[in-house]
Structures are given as C-alpha cells and as structure tokens.
C-alpha cells in the first residue's frame, strides 16, 4: 500500500490540476489521500461491471479511457466523455448513489487513483466548502452532454468533425491531442458517425491541406483552413 505521501509526490502534478479538487493544499490532500491507492489497468480493457463504479471514486492519472454507452437494439456505441488525465468518474454515482449504467473501456496502459464512494463522501462532509467545485464540475459535465446532443441533432457530421478537431489542438503548440492517434471508429463515436463516414471527410481535409495522416497519426496543418471550413459549414446550415 503507498503511503498518502508517495501518492502525493509521485502525483503533485495531476492532483494540482484536478478541477475537481481545485485549491487544496498539500495537507488537505495528505488527508484525503490517507484514503486512496493506486490501481493498473490494461489496455483494450472493458469495464462492464456498473456495481464496480458505484463504490469507488477514481481519478485518472496515466492514459485515456472512454466512457460510452452502447444501444440495446442496434448495438451502436456512442462514446460520451473521452476522459484523460486529471479527469474524475463516477460523479454521478458520488451525488446521487444511484448505479450508472455506462461501460469503460481503456484506450491506453491506464494508472488511476481509487477511493471508497462512503470516505470520499464523508470527506465531503467534513469539507462542506468543496462543494461548490463539485457543483461547478458537474455543470460542466452537462453543459458538455447538452452540447453533445445539440450537435447530434443539429449539425452535420463535417461540422462535428472539425468541431472536435478544433477542441483538441494544443493552441500554444497548434498539435492536436489527445484524439490525434485514435482509429477513425473512435473519432466517429464522438461525433455520432461511422468508420467509413469519418475516414471520407478525413480524406477530404487532407486534400484541401488542413491535415496530415501518417503511420495512424493524425496532425494539423493549417487551423486556419480548418476554421474557415466550420465558417462555411456553420454557414450552409443557415
């Protein structure tokens, strides 16, 4: 077991950056770090078992994982939330207790922080000041599905494309992220599309010299292009 200590050194940087957690000091975090322990989790791995995540709280330390949900009929997937690190789940399962049904799936080697739901909630309770962070993240969290089914309703598939492109350039580095080595049937999850769709769209960006694709890297080459593209898609839809 590693000692509050260690999880802290080992972690400063990600914890310091947790929205969730925003301005705790060093022994606040010693405090509620007596609580948790580290756990690995293999890549390609699925978590299907809902009851897992309506007791333990996690926080996200190394790698992506995908929250999705899938359809009982046609069995289409639809990734929610493409969590990373600094990133929190359950919140839902935190706040109301109530089981969530949604699977996760590990895109890479996945390294996270657990904590028991009833500590973290009696934390809560001694701390009642940390709420508004949790209110204000879990605004965020349905502020972001809102606009997730407003897209999905509203807007073709190039215009979430280039959407999600835009969202996830480093705009100090102008390099894409966290979706830039992902197979097109992940991109086309986010954006509620098909494999064979998003790999056309792709290619016609590539094309016009807005993006490079090579050896399953996906980069940026021009935002600018892609920006007056969502200008004239945004435009069509008029």
Known sequence: MISAEDLYSNYQ????????????KKDQWLDLLNHFHEEKWSKNSCIINHQKFLFHFYIITRGRIKMYNVDDFS???HTLFLLKKGDVFDLFC???GIKHK?????LDEIRVLAIPMEKLREWLNKNPWQYEHFLSYAG???RALESNVSQLIFTNITTRLLKLLL???NLKSQKLEHINDLPNK???NLIGSTRAVVNRHLQQLKQNGSINIARNQLEIRDIS?????????????K
């Open 186 to 188: 992940e991109i086309a």
């Open 102 to 106: 949604v699977y996760y799936e590990c």
């Open 167 to 169: 969202e996830n350039v």
């Open 75 to 77: 069995h289409k997937e």
């Open 94 to 96: 935190l706040l109301d």
């Open 13 to 24: 940087s990600t914890l310091n950056s947790c929205e969730l957690f925003a301005g705790l």
């Open 225 to 237: 292009l892609l920006l007056e593209e969502l200008e004239k898609q945004n435009g069509n839809q």
């Open 140 to 142: 965020g969290m349905m």
